[in-house]
C-alpha cells in the first residue's frame, strides 16, 4: 500500500463499503425472516438471529469508519474484527447450508432446496471477498509490528 | 561485624523476576516458577555484603496493597509489623505505569525504600526506555537497574541496600490528592495521632477513608473506631475509594510522562483488537456473535452426521429384537442397551464440535478478553470477573470447573462461583437439548440452544447476586487480569483436545451410562414380584415409581417416563436421553427415537419439551459435580445446600414456563 494518505483512505472505503452492505443485507435478512418483507430470490436464511449478527457486524465497520478522524490504525482495528466476525459468520451459514444439503439427501429432512441459491446468500458472498481484505490487512499489520 | 542484621523485604509486581532476583542476592537456590502461590509461604534468604549481615524477606507479588486478598495483606502486614529496614521494590520497566501504582501505596506506608529496575536489558527497546535519573528524582527513591537473570546490578543493588538502610530515614515524597481529599486525610491523621500518639496515622487515615476492612477491625480493637465515624461524618466509602484511587494514578501519569520517552507506539496487532473486543458498547455484542456461531455450528452443522448414528442404530435395534433369541435378551439388547446407550452415542458429532470450537477459542486468546469484558458487567451487579472463568469451563463439564476456582483468593468469592457453577449448561446436558429441539424446535434451533445456554448464565449470576446479599454478604475483590497475547488457532492441540473429549464421552457410554440403561430396562421389564411384565407398561417397576413421584413433576407438564428419566439422571444427565431412549421404545420396533417421540401417543408437546429442557439444565448437579463441591467446600453442608437451591429453582422456572405457556393457549 501506498502513502499513510493513501492508506487511510482505503480503510475508510473499505469500511463505508461493508458497512452499508451489512447493514443493507441485514435489515432485509432480519425483515424476511419475521415475514415484513418477501424474498425474492430465496437466498436469505430464514433465521433472526442471522439477521442481527449481520446488523451487529455493520455497527462495527461502521464505529470504524467514525473513528477516521483519529489514527488509521484505530479504523483498521474495527476493520480487522468486523472483517473476523464477517467470515466467522460466513463459514457457519455455508457448512450450515451444506449440512441441511446433506440432511436432504439421506432423507431427515425435506425441502433444503437449491444450493446454488442458498450458497449466494449475501453473508457469504460478503465473506468471500471479505477473505483477501482480512488477509492483507492482517499481514499488512503483522508487517508493521515487526518493523 | 555488625551484630544486629539489615532486614529487607522484597516486594513487587507478580512476574518481575522477584523470585530470580532474589536467587541472586541471597545465592540460595530457589524454584523459579509462573504457578500461583511459589512464593506465598515467607521465604528468608542470607547475605554478608562488605561484613553487614543482610536477611531478605521474599513477599509475595502483588499489585496492591488492599485488603482484600491473602498475599496483599500478608505484604503489608510484614511491613507494617515488622517494620523492616528496607523495602526493596522491584519494579518492571516494560509495564512502569502499573507496577508505580504498588511503588506509591509502599511509599504510603512511609518505608524506607529502594527501588530496583530490573529487566534492565529489555529498556533498549525505545518503547521500554526509562530515563532513572527522572524516575528517582520524582519519587525521591534510589533506583538500581539489575538483570537478575544474569546477575548484573546485583553488586550495586548490595552496596545501595547497605547505604540506604544505614541512612537516616527522608520523608519521601508522597501523593498529594486533591484538595478536599487532603483536607480530610489531615483531619484523621490528627486526630489519630492525638488519640494513640508515637506513630504517624497518614497511611491508616487513607486506609480508613478507602473503607479497608483491615484498618478499621484494627481501629475498633483500639477502640476508635465510632469516634472516628463521628468525626468523619457524611462521607461516601465507595466514592472516596474511587478519588483515592484515580489520585494514585493521576500521580502516575506525571511521572510517566517525565520518565518516558515519548516513542510512537508501534501498531501491535493484539493491542488494536483488544481496542475493539473489550470495547465497552461493542465487546458484549461481539461475544454473543461469536458464542451464537458456536451453538449454530454445534446443533445445525453436526445434526446431519447425529442422524446417520441415529438411522444406523434404528437398524441395529430392529436386527437385534427379530434375530436374537431367547426374548428377555434380544428385548435386553435391542431396547435396553442400544436404545439407551444408543441414544447417548448419537449426540457424539455435536459434542466433537462443540469441543473443538470452544478449544480453538480458548486457545486463541479470545476467552480472557471475554472474561475481562464480563468483568465489567459481573461488577456493576457486585461479582468478581474471576468467577466467569470457571463459567467458560463449565460449557465442558462443571467438575473442572469447580476445581478451577481453586484460583479465586477470597472464600466468599470462591464459595459463591462454586455453588452457581452447575447452572452453567456443561456438555451432558447437550444431547438433551439436541434430541428435544430436534423434534419440536425444528428450525429455530440454535436459538433455542443458544437461550437455554444464556438462561443458565443468567441464573448462575443472579443467584450469585442473591447469595452476595443473604448468606455470603460482602463485596468481590477487584479483579486484575493479563490479556496473554493472541495467537493463530492451534489445529493440533485442538484436535488432540477434542479427541481426548470425545474419548471420554464414549466412554461414558460405555460404562455409567451402559450401567444406567440396563438396570432402566430392568426396571421397565419387570414388576416388583419380579415378573416379566409387557416392556415399558404400567405394571413395571418403573412405571410403578415414576407414577410415585409423578404428581409432584406433572405441573411442570412430565409424565411417568420423564420422571423416572430425570430421577436417573441425578447420576449423568446424559442418562436422561438414554433413559427416554428406553422407556419411550415401546411397542415401535426399528424407528428412531426422534420418530417415536414425535409420535402422537408420546405425549411430548413443544412446551412441555421446553419446561423438560430448562428443568434439566438447572436441576441437581450431578453425582460427580456434587462430590467435587463436597471436597472443594469441605462440607456436606454445602453439597446438599447446592442440591435443594438448584432443585427448588429448576422447578420454579419450568412450572412457570409450563403453566404460564398454558394460559398462553401453547402446548
Ligand atoms: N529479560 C529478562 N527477563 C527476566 C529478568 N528477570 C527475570 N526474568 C524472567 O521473568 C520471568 C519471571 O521471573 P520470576 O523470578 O519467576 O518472577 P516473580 O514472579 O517476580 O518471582 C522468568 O521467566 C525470568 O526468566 C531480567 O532481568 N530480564
Known amino acids: ?147 | 561485624m555488625d551484630p544486629k542484621p539489615i532486614k529487607v523485604a522484597l516486594a513487587g509486581n507478580p512476574n518481575v523476576g522477584k523470585t530470580t532476583l532474589f536467587n541472586e542476592l541471597t545465592g540460595e537456590n530457589l524454584h523459579v516458577g509462573n504457578w500461583p502461590g511459589v512464593t506465598v509461604e515467607k521465604v528468608i534468604g542470607k547475605k554478608v555484603h562488605k561484613g553487614h549481615n543482610i536477611e531478605i524477606v521474599d513477599l509475595p507479588g502483588t499489585y496492591s496493597l488492599t485488603a482484600y486478598s491473602k498475599d496483599e495483606l500478608i505484604t503489608r502486614n510484614y511491613i507494617v509489623e515488622e517494620e523492616p529496614d528496607l523495602v526493596l521494590n522491584i519494579i518492571d520497566p516494560t509495564n512502569l505505569g502499573r507496577n508505580l501504582y504498588l511503588t506509591y501505596q509502599l511509599m504510603e506506608l512511609q518505608c524506607q525504600m529502594l527501588l530496583a529496575v530490573n529487566m534492565w536489558d529489555l529498556t533498549k527497546d525505545p518503547e521500554n526506555a526509562v530515563d532513572l535519573k527522572a524516575l528517582s528524582r520524582e519519587l525521591d527513591i534510589e533506583a538500581i537497574p539489575t538483570i537478575s537473570t544474569t546477575g548484573k546490578g546485583v553488586r550495586e543493588l548490595l552496596d545501595a541496600i547497605v547505604r540506604v538502610a544505614g541512612s537516616n530515614p527522608t520523608c519521601k515524597e508522597q501523593i498529594r490528592f486533591n484538595d478536599d481529599i487532603e483536607k480530610e486525610i489531615h483531619k484523621i491523621t490528627r486526630a489519630l495521632n492525638d488519640w494513640d500518639p508515637g506513630r504517624d496515622h497518614r497511611w491508616m487515615a487513607i486506609k480508613a477513608l478507602e473503607g479497608d476492612k483491615q484498618v478499621w477491625d484494627l481501629l475498633k480493637e483500639r477502640d476508635l473506631d465510632d469516634r472516628l465515624r463521628e468525626l468523619m461524618g457524611e462521607i461516601d466509602p465507595m466514592g472516596m475509594e474511587i478519588s483515592i484511587t484515580d489520585g494514585r494514578y493521576r500521580q502516575i501519569d506525571n511521572v510517566l510522562a517525565k520518565v518516558k520517552k515519548k516513542v510512537k507506539k508501534k501498531e501491535k496487532i493484539s493491542d488494536l483488537i483488544d481496542s475493539v473486543v473489550t470495547n465497552r458498547h461493542l465487546g458484549i455484542p461481539i461475544f454473543l456473535v461469536i458464542i451464537w456461531s458456536i451453538f449454530e455450528l454445534t446443533f445445525e452443522f453436526a445434526t446431519p452426521f447425529s442422524n446417520l448414528i441415529d438411522m444406523g442404530f434404528g437398524e441395529l435395534s430392529t436386527f437385534a429384537l427379530e434375530q436374537i433369541q431367547p426374548a428377555w435378551l434380544s428385548s435386553l439388547i435391542g431396547e435396553g442397551i442400544i436404545g439407551g446407550v444408543g441414544a447417548v452415542i448419537i449426540f457424539l458429532p455435536n459434542i466433537l464440535v462443540l469441543f473443538f470450537l470452544i478449544s480453538l477459542l480458548e486457545s486463541s486468546g479470545y476467552m480472557a478478553r471475554a472474561a475481562f469484558v464480563m468483568d465489567r458487567v459481573m461488577s456493576k451487579i457486585g461479582l468478581s470477573g474471576k468467577s466467569f472463568i470457571p463459567m467458560v469451563i463449565g460449557f465442558g463439564c462443571n467438575v473442572p470447573a469447580i476445581m478451577a476456582t481453586r484460583s479465586i483468593d477470597d472464600r466468599k468469592d470462591r464459595l459463591v462461583t462454586i455453588l452457581v457453577n452447575p447452572f452453567v449448561s456443561c456438555g451432558a446436558r447437550l444431547p438433551v437439548y439436541i434430541l428435544l429441539i430436534g423434534i419440536f424446535f425444528k428450525g429455530s434451533g440454535s436459538m433455542v440452544i443458544f437461550f437455554l445456554y444464556l438462561l443458565g448464565i443468567v441464573v448462575a449470576i443472579l443467584s450469585a447476586k442473591l447469595f452476595r446479599v443473604t448468606i455470603l454478604k460482602g463485596d468481590p475483590a477487584p479483579f486484575i487480569m493479563e490479556l496473554p497475547r493472541y495467537r493463530g488457532p492451534d489445529l493440533r492441540l485442538s484436535i488432540r483436545s477434542t479427541w481426548e473429549k470425545g474419548y471420554q464421552y464414549l466412554k461414558k457410554a460405555g460404562t455409567v451410562i451402559l450401567l444406567g440403561s440396563v438396570i432402566m430396562w430392568f426396571l421397565a421389564s419387570y414388576s416388583f414380584s419380579l415378573e416379566n411384565v409387557d416392556y415399558g407398561s404400567e405394571a413395571s417397576m418403573a412405571a410403578a415409581m415414576g407414577k410415585f413421584i409423578v404428581p409432584i413433576l406433572a405441573p411442570l407438564g412430565f409424565d411417568w417416563r420423564i420422571t423416572v428419566a430425570l430421577i436417573f439422571g441425578f447420576v449423568a444427565k446424559e442418562i436422561v436421553v438414554s433413559a427416554m431412549g428406553v422407556l419411550y421404545n415401546v411397542g415401535a420396533e426399528g424407528s428412531t427415537l426422534t420418530e417415536r417421540l414425535s409420535s402422537e401417543g408420546s405425549g411430548m408437546t413443544s412446551l412441555n419439551s421446553l419446561s423438560l429442557m430448562v428443568f434439566v439444565l438447572l436441576y441437581v448437579p450431578c453425582l460427580a459435580t456434587i462430590g467435587v463441591i463436597k471436597q472443594e467446600t469441605g462440607s456436606w453442608g454445602w453439597a446438599i445446600f447446592a442440591i435443594i437451591y438448584t432443585t427448588s429453582i429448576a422447578y420454579l422456572l419450568a412450572l412457570i414456563i409450563y403453566q404460564g405457556g398454558l394460559l398462553l393457549g401453547f402446548g
Do not use: H, W
Request: aromatic share 6%; glycine share 12%.
Open chain 1, 1 to 147: 500500500m501506498g502513502s499513510d494518505e493513501q492508506r487511510r483512505m482505503t480503510t475508510l472505503i473499505l469500511g463505508i463499503v461493508f458497512g452499508s452492505a451489512y447493514l443493507i443485507s441485514g435489515i432485509l435478512q432480519f425483515l424476511s425472516s419475521i415475514s415484513i418483507i418477501d424474498d425474492p430470490i430465496g437466498n436469505l436464511p430464514g433465521d433472526v438471529i442471522g439477521g442481527s449478527v449481520m446488523i451487529i457486524i455493520s455497527i462495527i465497520f461502521i464505529a470504524g469508519v467514525l473513528s477516521y478522524k483519529k489514527e488509521e490504525g484505530r479504523m483498521r482495528s474495527f476493520l480487522l474484527v468486523g472483517t473476523f466476525l464477517s467470515i466467522l459468520y460466513g463459514i457457519t451459514q455455508a457448512l450450515v447450508t451444506i449440512s441441511d444439503q446433506v440432511s436432504d439427501l439421506i432423507g431427515t429432512t425435506e425441502g433444503a432446496g437449491n444450493i446454488i441459491i442458498n450458497l449466494s446468500a449475501p453473508s457469504i458472498i460478503l465473506c468471500i471477498l471479505l477473505i483477501p481484505v482480512g488477509a492483507s490487512m492482517l499481514l499488512f499489520t503483522i508487517r508493521g509490528e515487526k518493523r
